[in-house]
């Protein structure tokens, strides 16, 4: 009630409509935070930054205010739904084109402290980690610094405990990929040393040139068969359908 109450007396224009979910019993802080370090570094921003932010800004009041009677009124609920709304109305008018073209102001207004304090703002930079490549690197470095100078050498564990996560995530990839290679070459080799007889037989009995044979002898075609052979000529093959399966695989 609280906060339907505020909402309807809210302006319009600036940072009103944020406010109203910050002093309230959900607590739901750094909507109003965002809002007032988007206008106050708006001037630093080229056409498309600014153009970014008037609509960014109106799009999650508006829909801030029209959503929020249509909710239930538990907390839980009411924070999804302006995480929601965030989202939407970023992704909705570009965030990470607005960001390309502006990394340094980006930068600048990406504070660790924030970073430990308010969800929406986590939100936020989270979106902005997936702009690409020099943005993220430049957040990547920018947070860093900021926490080591915050927290001290605790940043340099906290760094050397994802490096070991993600190690650990390749390594295990790794020797599944292994595993899967080894399997592989060890169906070849039966299949390379399979007998040669019944290959030949199966072939005849299906026909030389019928699809039926295209289809079970895919791999003697690969290996240059297209003709009829005799099961010497099979024979003669085998090694070389070994090579052409460990390929394959």
């Known amino acids: ?5 505020c909402l309807v ?10 406010e109203c979910f910050e002093n309230n019993s959900c607590e739901i802080r750094g909507l109003h935070e965002i809002c007032m370090t988007f206008l106050h570094n708006a001037g630093k921003f ?7 932010i008037k609509d960014a800004l109106k799009c999650k009041a508006h829909a801030l205010r029209h959503k929020f009677s249509c909710i239930s009124r538990k907390c839980p609920a009411i924070k999804e739904m302006v995480f929601q709304l965030q ?19 980006i930068v600048e207004m990406i504070h660790f402290k924030d970073l430990l304090q308010h969800e929406p703002y986590v939100d936020l930079v989270n979106i902005l980690l997936t702009c690409g ?16 100078q915050n927290w001290g050498s605790l940043c340099s ?3 050397f405990c994802t490096s070991a996560v993600h190690s650990d995530a390749t390594l295990s990839a790794e020797k599944k990929a292994g595993e899967a290679t080894k399997g592989g070459a060890g169906r070849g080799d039966m299949l390379a040393h399979s007998d040669p007889d019944h290959r030949e037989s199966s072939r005849a009995s299906k026909g030389e040139r019928g699809t039926k044979g295209h289809l079970n002898a895919h791999a003697r075609v690969k290996a240059g068969g297209h003709g009829p052979k005799g099961a010497q000529g099979i024979v003669d093959r085998a090694d070389e359908l070994s090579d052409f399966s460990d390929i394959r695989r």
């Open 1 to 5: 009630a609280e906060i339907q109450h």
């Open 87 to 105: 989202r939407e109305c970023y992704l909705k008018h570009d965030l990470c084109s607005a960001a390309k073209e502006n990394v340094q102001v």
């Open 46 to 52: 080229d056409a498309q930054g600014k153009s970014f």
């Open 9 to 18: 007396n809210a302006g319009d224009v600036g940072c009103g409509v944020f």
């Open 157 to 159: 564990i906290l760094s």
């Open 133 to 148: 490549e020099e943005v993220k690197k430049a957040i990547t470095r920018s947070v860093q610094a900021q926490c080591e």
